[in-house]
């Protein structure tokens, strides 16, 4: 059984029709790609997976309970967590905070959690952890503000990690990230644990190719085709749409 799973999902604003009949099937432990030009959709499906929008028609399962009217917190106490195409961290919290802040509000300990922390070594040594598995240990003090772009981008992704998804959806966690700085976040992307299942939206071919098992491709809105990587690589309509060359000719 798929863990995370679309029937018929559809959005329309007004006339416009963003998502239309997308069914996505993403096993448990995969490593996902959704990709697609831009205006493709990829975003909103994103978007409803986790709550921001609600379906105008279809349904969501989450690891097979049906979760489409559910409100975004209520999908993260269940499994799922995400980070944004711009990073919606607190600019003036350190990571070391920002980790704590997120570890103590899935553990329940509310506003008292800097005070309990030293008190629950497990919380700590979770803190830590985390911290090192994102390779901010050289940054835990410093101002989020002030951190490098790529720093804040794994900040992101350690954030949404602390909440201990079995699903974690990635959008475009590469974008605006400097060369110098894309090696770190994209071996970080890798190591991520094989039991948490990560769904992908990126436009860096390079990272999608290298990271996913399985690419979903969408134009329009719709599912255009899905398969291996090497699969898609190879199939004409992904060529046509991507080179902009006509399908039909």
């Not at 007004?14 to 205006?39: F, Q």
């Not at 952890?129 to 794994?154: C, N, S, W």
Request: glycine share 10%; with cysteine; aromatic share 4%.
């Amino acid at each position: 059984m798929p863990i995370l799973e679309t029937i018929g999902l559809e959005k329309r604003f007004g006339g416009v029709t963003a998502a239309h009949g997308v069914s996505l099937a993403i096993e448990k432990g995969a490593r996902h790609a959704l990709i697609g030009p831009n205006g493709a959709g990829k975003t909103t499906v994103i978007n409803l997976l986790t709550g921001v929008l609600r379906p105008t028609a279809g349904s969501i399962m989450l690891d097979g309970r049906d979760i489409t009217a559910l409100a975004p917190y209520q999908r993260v106490r269940l499994g799922m967590a995400r980070t944004f195409q711009i990073n919606q961290l607190f600019s003036d919290l350190t990571p070391l905070e920002t980790i704590g802040l997120a570890v103590s509000e899935r553990l329940g300990l509310g506003s008292d959690w800097w005070r309990l922390v030293g008190s629950r070594p497990t919380v700590t040594e979770e803190i830590v952890e985390i911290g090192e598995r994102f390779r901010l240990t050289d940054v835990m003090h410093e101002r989020t503000a002030i951190l490098p772009y790529g720093k804040q981008r794994l900040l992101e992704i350690a954030l949404a990690f602390a909440c201990r998804p079995h699903v974690l959806l990635l959008d475009e966690p590469a974008a605006g990230v400097p060369d110098a700085e894309r090696h770190e976040l994209l071996a970080t992307i890798a190591a991520l644990p094989e039991d948490v299942t990560v769904l992908l939206i990126e436009h860096d071919m390079d990272l999608v190719f290298s990271f996913a098992d399985r690419i979903s491709v969408l134009v329009n809105g719709g599912l255009l085709v899905e398969g291996a990587p090497e699969d898609v690589a190879r199939d004409p309509r992904v060529k046509a749409v991507y080179l902009g060359e006509d399908l039909d000719a």
